[in-house]
T-cell receptor, first 114, second 114 residues
Framework: KAGVTQTPRYLIKTRGQQVTLSCSPI?????VSWYQQTPGQGLQFLFE???????NKGNFPGRFSGRQFSNSRSEMNVSTLELGDSALYLC?????????????FGPGTRLLVL | AQSVTQLDSHVSVSEGTPVLLRCNYS??????LFWYVQHPNKGLQLLLK??????LVKGINGFEAEFKKSETSFHLTKPSAHMSDAAEYFC????????????FGRGTSLIVHP
């Protein structure tokens, strides 16, 4: 089975722009979660989608949004980019939702905001 | 509320010697606990997880962890380190029966000397 894929792998944007990141889960997985990884804040949970519905959300401003499509692929959007949004954005997929699920991570999208 | 403390930011061992990576947690609920490994420029890979079954959990690549409720700990061990174990390790806590809102530790960098 193919693993979780994320596109693009690298991205450079300027402050004020917006960006959309894409995540394709493992075939058959219906849950996709997104994370932000920075040297300062570490790994933080952004949100979780299951069957096209946002199930849970971390403590991030409304500039961060996402959606999931009927084929379980997910996109994450960040509007009005700030320098502090520079990070590695990881997505992970799983068969089920909930607190004890086993997740499979993609390689991440590295975003640099100038 | 929940939190995770990884007690060491760096651990240095020689190849062939035991590995101990320490993790303490706090949770208002029955927790699920995970250890993930991240190699440079890669996503996270699940090593093992505890979900209220056996307290001694065996994972991949010879790693194991013991859930100790009285000590609120979930330390990761391996009897003999290999050069390929050099990576960043993350301890994660979630609410096992409820919503998926994970809390990540800050990570422990494992250095393996030949």
């Amino acid at each position: 089975k193919a693993g979780v894929t994320q596109t693009p792998r690298y991205l450079i944007k300027t402050r004020g722009q917006q960006v959309t990141l894409s995540c394709s889960p493992i075939s058959g997985h219906r849950s996709v979660s997104w994370y932000q990884q920075t040297p300062g804040q570490g790994l933080q949970f952004l949100f979780e989608y299951f069957s096209e519905t946002q199930r849970n959300k971390g403590n991030f401003p409304g500039r961060f949004s996402g959606r999931q499509f009927s084929n379980s692929r997910s996109e994450m959007n960040v509007s009005t980019l700030e320098l502090g949004d520079s990070a590695l954005y990881l997505c992970a997929s799983s068969l089920e939702a909930g607190g004890s699920k086993t997740q499979y991570f993609g390689p991440g999208t590295r975003l640099l905001v100038l | 509320a929940q939190s995770v403390t990884q007690l060491d930011s760096h651990v240095s061992v020689s190849e062939g010697t035991p590995v101990l990576l320490r993790c303490n947690y706090s949770s208002s609920y029955s927790p699920s606990l995970f250890w993930y490994v991240q190699h440079p420029n890669k996503g996270l890979q699940l090593l093992l997880k505890y979900t209220s079954a056996a307290t001694l959990v065996k994972g991949i690549n010879g790693f194991e962890a013991e859930f100790k409720k009285s000590e609120t700990s979930f330390h990761l061990t391996k009897p003999s380190a290999h050069m390929s174990d050099a990576a960043e390790y993350f301890c994660v806590v979630t609410h096992s029966g409820g919503s998926y809102i994970p809390t990540f530790g800050r990570g422990t960098s494992l250095i393996v000397h030949p």
